[in-house]
């Protein structure tokens, strides 16, 4: 069957003719055109040459006319062959099609008559029309490809055409022929680059919503996925068309999308994504938020329309509502660049926030499991630039929006994830990243802090088990073992010094930790200058954060506190055995380490500082009798210690860091009972004694003359007379005249 043009219908008009007239059609007008009566002859043996051309061609073309006739019969009748016979039918005309596209001079005869065919036939029952369509669907996939522009686009406007027809029925609930009609758009969408074909195709399904949208059902995720591929395009045209309709869509049509809510959450994401139109990725964004709301205002959408609460109901609502906004806005937050990214992160820990109160217990494990893909290692960049920027802003942001929304809904998230917190807050600290490592201790201080008055026992031993998890795994131990190492650079194993660096960093953190948790936190502007220094949220512990003031201390079992003391003894006995080498320190410094020779002071005195507070608080503790013993014990050997080491030092800026220790060491004895003082008295006296030698800072002079003067109370050397002044004893002031 071909297109036959003037020149063929007159050539072939006798052969149709007569195959008209030997299948009963239309025999009689064809036969009457060909067998002229004997009048007839006699009038034309009258006309001139010139009538007797025309006349023969105008009977060409009733002859053709006649043929083009019965042809239109053949595709008309279709709908009487059944349906094995009408898909074989399709699958021939199919093939005679694509015979003519790919010829030299292309034609579309064939391929508009399949069009008619579809028209004929699109009342069978869906069944049959469902085979028809698998043919006709696969060669319009073909056609829609194809280079030649003129016959993709008529390929795509025939099947707009056929779809507007299509959609007039409608679709009953459970079946989804509409899907498998529209999917031949997205084939041509997804294969073919031609700007004007998708920009066509993205037309039709907009024309389709705009005029058909009450009676699409199973159709809204092929829409969806074709919007979703034009959401990566770089027309600005096609971009904003299909966002403008993915946008009416949900704003109008909000209950005819429940079933393929995912999908158009999707189509969302992909918008959000597209790297070239940042108006485009804000609005599809707050787009994802609207539907949030519109799930907590109408749940019984999701639950098919029940607002029973069973569990299999609000597994439903889960499913099909909750979980497609969350995990949309993950995916934004893992795929999209920074701010585009920060915006989604932010959105999604305002949901959170904003609807978590009528969340189901089992729910929230999976939000956090979503959550926590922020953090996957297999799902960080590659690059080396790219991860420490997401480390620095994305990771860092999730951290402190998790402890803000944790600590929101405490006793709903507690019994069911508390242990993986305090596992993210350790896989922070241990990345080879110096902010989110900052980032990670801090967020478990301000998480205690947040949190700690709902603690139970249990609870205690897991934040206390973390951070002497958190000591000893990045205790940076490798720097000690740097001497062992041959001097020539040309043989020295390479060490990390970055991570070692980090390391450091973090030892001087948790001891920062331990202080604020069990002794003193700082005050709520302290709290937010650390984590607006951290580019976290600060606001919220600002707020309605309000630790006591104290500390935790009276929530620590006695093995809790020993357990962080060791801690703090570890720390310290590490970093004054680094600052002791002094060879190793010059090896390290040679080597590159720092611009300057290495030390650890810092946390040297730190950690010394911290474990003498917390020791003297167990010390002076009632309730805890029988840890005075130990407690007495481990001051006098860190006091003798300290004080003898003062005494060694020879550099007056050594001096001077560590005179506030000694200060701290000299009041703490100072509060004393009388009996206990004097213990510690004897024990470093002479120590005391021999600071005497060295010019002494002021502070540290002030306290010295403190304790002498006590001395000599508690020893009877000096006493009080009635108006507060200082006089000698009569033992003492008869020795004093007599010599």
């Not at 009977?59 to 053709?64: I, K, L, N």
Request: net charge neutral.
């Amino acid at each position: 069957l071909g297109s036959p043009g003037p020149r063929g219908r007159r050539a072939g008009g006798a052969k149709a003719a007569g195959l008209a007239n030997r299948r009963g059609g239309g025999g009689g007008e064809l036969s009457g055109s060909k067998t002229l009566t004997a009048s007839s002859e006699r009038s034309l043996r009258k006309m001139t040459r010139e009538h007797l051309a025309q006349v023969q061609e105008a009977m060409g073309e009733t002859s053709s006319q006649s043929v083009l006739k019965a042809v239109d019969l053949i595709f008309s009748s279709s709908v009487q062959l059944s349906g094995d016979a009408i898909v074989d039918f399709v699958r021939l005309l199919c093939a005679v099609s694509m015979e003519e596209l790919q010829g030299p001079t292309p034609r579309m005869y064939s391929l508009t008559k399949l069009v008619e065919i579809a028209f004929y036939n699109i009342g069978r029952i869906r069944l049959e029309w469902s085979r028809m369509w698998a043919v006709m669907g696969e060669h319009f996939n073909r056609v829609g490809t194809m280079f030649n522009l003129e016959i993709a686009l008529f390929a795509v406007d025939s099947l707009r055409q056929l779809s507007m027809r299509f959609l007039e029925k409608g679709e009953l609930a459970g079946y989804h022929f509409q899907k498998d009609f529209l999917k031949p758009f997205e084939f041509i969408m997804n294969h073919n680059k031609n700007p004007a074909v998708r920009d066509m195709v993205v037309r039709c399904l907009a024309q389709m919503v705009q005029s058909k949208a009450a009676n699409i059902r199973s159709g809204w995720k092929n829409i969806f996925f074709v919007f979703s591929l034009a959401a990566a395009d770089q027309d600005r045209p096609v971009i904003n068309m299909a966002f403008d309709t993915t946008r009416h869509v949900f704003q109008h049509f909000f209950e005819l999308v429940v079933d393929c809510f995912m999908d158009g959450i999707n189509c969302l994401v992909e918008f959000a994504c597209n790297v070239e139109f940042a108006e485009t990725s804000a609005a599809a964004i707050d787009l994802v938020e609207q539907c949030a709301r519109r799930v907590a205002e109408g749940p019984g959408r999701f639950r098919d329309g029940s607002e029973g609460d069973s569990p299999e109901e609000d597994d439903k609502l889960w499913v099909k509502g909750w979980f497609p906004v969350l995990f949309g806005l993950t995916r934004i937050v893992n795929r999209c660049r920074l701010d585009v990214r920060t915006r989604a992160l932010s959105m999604m820990f305002e949901v959170l926030k904003g609807y978590g109160a009528s969340f189901k217990h089992q729910w929230w494990k999976d939000i956090f499991r979503v959550i926590f893909r922020i953090f996957d290692d297999l799902k960080l960049p590659e690059p080396p630039q790219e991860k420490t920027e997401w480390m620095n802003t994305t990771c860092n942001h999730a951290l402190y929006a998790i402890v803000d929304l944790f600590s929101m809904y405490y006793d709903t998230l507690a019994p069911v994830l508390l242990d993986e917190i305090f596992e993210h807050f350790k896989w922070c600290v241990a990345q080879d990243n110096e902010q989110l490592a900052r980032t990670g201790t801090q967020c478990l201080q301000l998480f205690v802090l947040a949190n700690g008055e709902h603690f139970d026992a249990a609870s205690w031993e897991l934040a206390c088990r973390s951070i002497a998890d958190l000591f000893a795994s990045t205790a940076p131990l490798t720097l000690l073992t740097f001497q062992d190492v041959p001097s020539d650079a040309a043989v020295r194993p390479k060490m990390n010094f970055h991570s070692v660096i980090i390391q450091c960093i973090v030892q001087l953190e948790l001891v920062q930790v331990v202080q604020s948790v069990v002794l003193q936190p700082p005050d709520s502007a302290a709290l937010a200058n650390v984590a607006l220094s951290s580019g976290g949220f600060a606001a919220y512990m600002a707020s309605h954060m309000v630790p006591p003031s104290e500390g935790f201390y009276d929530h620590l079992s006695s093995a809790q506190v020993t357990l962080l003391l060791d801690c703090l003894s570890e720390s310290h006995a590490f970093s004054r055995t680094f600052n002791g080498a002094h060879e190793l320190r010059t090896a390290l410094w040679k080597a590159g380490f720092m611009k300057q020779l290495p030390n650890l002071l810092r946390q040297e005195t730190s950690s010394l500082a911290v474990a003498t507070k917390l020791l003297y608080r167990l010390y002076r503790d009632p309730k805890r009798v029988d840890a005075h013993e130990m407690a007495e014990a481990r001051i006098l050997a860190s006091s003798a210690a300290a004080l003898e080491f003062f005494c060694t030092l020879n550099s007056d800026k050594q001096r001077e860091i560590w005179t506030p220790v000694i200060v701290l060491l000299l009041r703490c004895s100072l509060s004393l009972p009388e009996d206990r003082f004097k213990t510690h008295v004897r024990v470093y006296y002479r120590s005391i004694a021999d600071m005497f030698a060295f010019d002494l800072m002021p502070e540290l002079r002030a306290v010295l003359r403190e304790f002498f003067l006590l001395l000599g109370e508690r020893f009877g050397t000096l006493r009080h007379d009635v108006d507060g002044q200082v006089a000698i004893t009569g033992a003492a002031a008869a020795a004093a005249s007599s010599s």
